[in-house]
C-alpha cells in the first residue's frame, strides 16, 4: 500500500502491523497534515455493523483531548476497508527504543511514569480505562515527552463482539493484570498494573512476565507474582523496590489506587516535594462506573502461538449480573433467558475445564514433560483450574436464581 490512496489518505509509508491492524503514516489531502493511518484487519471488521459498533466506542474516546494522550481524528471507510485517522506522532515506541539503545535512565522512567500516569489518571477521572498499556503504545517524542496511543481501541474491538473467535488481542500477555485473567472487571488499578510493568521493563530492558505461551505467562501474572531485580541499576532510587511491588500487588485493592497515584510515589523518590500531578483523590477522581464491558482476556493469543483458551469470552460467557431477581421478573420470560443462559455457560465452562485438564494430563506424561511442553502443561491446568472454580461460582448462581424464582411465583 505504499504509494495507495484509501479515501482523502494518501499512503506515505508503513509504520508497521500488529494483531488487528496495519498502520501507515499518510497524508490528510484535505487538511494538508499527516496522520497516523490505522488500517482495521479485514478479519475483525466485517461489515458495516460491526464497523458501526466499533466507531461508537472510538468516537467516546476520542473526547480525551490531554497532551500525552495521541487524538483520534477521523474513522471512515474506503475500498471495503474501515480505518481510523490519529495524531501523527513523530517519534519512537518505547519498544523500538528498548530494543535498540536497551534500558533507560531513571530520570526518563520517572519521565515516563509521570507522562503515562498522567494520562491515564485523566482518562480515569473521566470513565475511560486503557486496557492495553504496553510499550508498543507508548511514543516518545524528539522533546523526550511519552505519549500514550490506542485509547479506547480494546474496547472498540470488543464491541464488534468477533474479538473472541477471531484471534485478536485483548491485551498483551505480558501487562495483564491477574484479575483480568480470572475473568474479573478491570479498574483504574489494572492500567497502573500495567503501567507498572512497562516501567520495570523500561528499567532493566527485560520484561517482568516473559514466558513462551499465554498459559504461561498467566501462570506468572495470577500464581508467581512479580519477581523484582534484586540489583537495579545505577541510579536507580532505594525506594523503587517496594513502590513498584505494591503496583504489581495480586489484589487490586493492595495497590496505589491508580498510575497517577504511583507516579507521585515514583516521583517522591528523588524530590523534596511530589511531581506537579493531582495527588489526592479529590483533584483525581475514581469514577464510581467505568467504561463497560470490563477487558476480558478471552481467547489471548499472538501470531506466533497457537490459539489457547484462558479464561472466559464474551460470546462463551456473557456478563449476567449477580443473579438477583425482582418480583416484576421472578415469573416471567427474562428469568427463564437469565437461567437458560447462565445454564450454557455453565456447560461451556464445565466442558472447557475438562478439556484444559485432560490436555495438560496428555502434555505432563513422562515423554514429553521438558521445555515448552511442561510450561504448557501447567498453564492448562491452571487454566483448568481456573475455569472449574469458575464453573462452580456459576453453578451456584443458577441454582439461586431458580430458587429465588421458584420463591417468588
Same mark, same amino acid.
Given at each position: ?103 533507560? =535512565? ?28 504496553? =510499550? ?8 523526550? @515527552? ?82 523484582? =531485580? ?6 536507580v532510587p532505594v525506594g523503587v523496590n517496594g513502590i513498584l511491588r505494591q503496583a504489581l500487588a495480586k489484589e487490586p485493592t493492595a495497590r496505589h489506587g491508580g498510575p497517577g497515584f504511583l507516579a507521585v510515589a515514583l516521583g517522591a523518590t528523588m524530590r523534596d516535594t511530589a511531581p506537579v500531578l493531582p495527588a489526592t483523590a479529590t483533584e483525581w477522581p475514581v469514577p464510581t462506573t467505568i467504561d463497560e464491558p470490563s ?18 469470552? @464474551? ?8 443473579? @438477583? ?40 506424561? =513422562? ?32 441454582? @439461586? ?9
Open positions: 500500500m505504499s504509494s495507495r490512496q484509501l479515501g482523502k489518505y494518501t499512503i506515505l509509508d508503513s509504520l508497521g502491523a500488529g494483531a488487528t491492524a496495519e498502520v501507515f503514516r499518510a497524508q490528510d489531502t484535505s487538511l494538508g497534515r499527516e496522520v497516523a493511518l490505522k488500517v482495521l484487519k479485514p478479519a475483525l471488521v466485517t461489515d458495516a455493523a460491526a464497523f458501526a459498533r466499533f466507531a461508537q466506542e472510538a468516537q467516546a474516546a476520542a473526547q480525551l483531548f490531554h497532551p500525552p494522550i495521541a487524538l483520534v481524528l477521523d474513522m471512515d471507510s474506503a475500498e471495503s476497508r474501515y480505518f481510523i485517522a490519529m495524531q501523527y506522532i513523530a517519534g519512537l515506541s518505547l519498544d523500538r527504543i528498548l530494543a535498540e539503545r536497551g534500558p533507560l =535512565p531513571w530520570p526518563d522512567v520517572l519521565r515516563l511514569a509521570e507522562d503515562v500516569g498522567g494520562a491515564l489518571a485523566f482518562a480515569h477521572a473521566r470513565g475511560f480505562l486503557h486496557r492495553d498499556v504496553k =510499550p508498543s503504545n507508548i511514543l516518545c517524542t524528539s522533546e523526550g @515527552e511519552y505519549v500514550l496511543t490506542d485509547f479506547g481501541l480494546t474496547r472498540a474491538m470488543m464491541a464488534t463482539g468477533l474479538t473472541s473467535h477471531t484471534g485478536a488481542v485483548l491485551g498483551t500477555p505480558a501487562y495483564i493484570a491477574p484479575e483480568i485473567w480470572l475473568g474479573q472487571k478491570a479498574t483504574p488499578a489494572t492500567d497502573e498494573y500495567a503501567l507498572a510493568c512497562v516501567l520495570v521493563e523500561a528499567s532493566t530492558g527485560e520484561v517482568l512476565f516473559a514466558g513462551d505461551t499465554p498459559p504461561a505467562v498467566m501462570t506468572r501474572h495470577v500464581l508467581s507474582g512479580a519477581e523484582l =531485580p534484586q540489583t537495579w541499576p545505577d541510579g477487558l476480558d482476556p478471552g481467547f489471548v493469543v499472538s501470531e506466533d502461538v497457537a490459539k489457547i483458551p484462558v479464561g472466559r469470552t @464474551e460470546t462463551l460467557e456473557p456478563e449476567l449480573g449477580t443473579g @438477583e431477581v425482582s418480583s416484576s421478573e421472578a415469573d416471567g420470560e427474562p428469568v427463564q433467558t437469565e437461567a437458560e443462559s447462565l445454564s450454557r455457560t455453565c456447560t461451556v465452562l464445565v466442558v472447557s475445564a475438562s478439556l484444559c485438564l485432560l490436555l495438560s494430563a496428555f502434555l505432563a506424561r =513422562p515423554v514429553a514433560v521438558e521445555g515448552a511442553a511442561f510450561l504448557a502443561s501447567l498453564g492448562l491446568l491452571v487454566t483448568g483450574i481456573v475455569l472449574a472454580v469458575r464453573a462452580a461460582s456459576k453453578l451456584a448462581e443458577l441454582d @439461586e436464581l431458580r430458587t429465588k424464582a421458584r420463591d417468588n411465583r
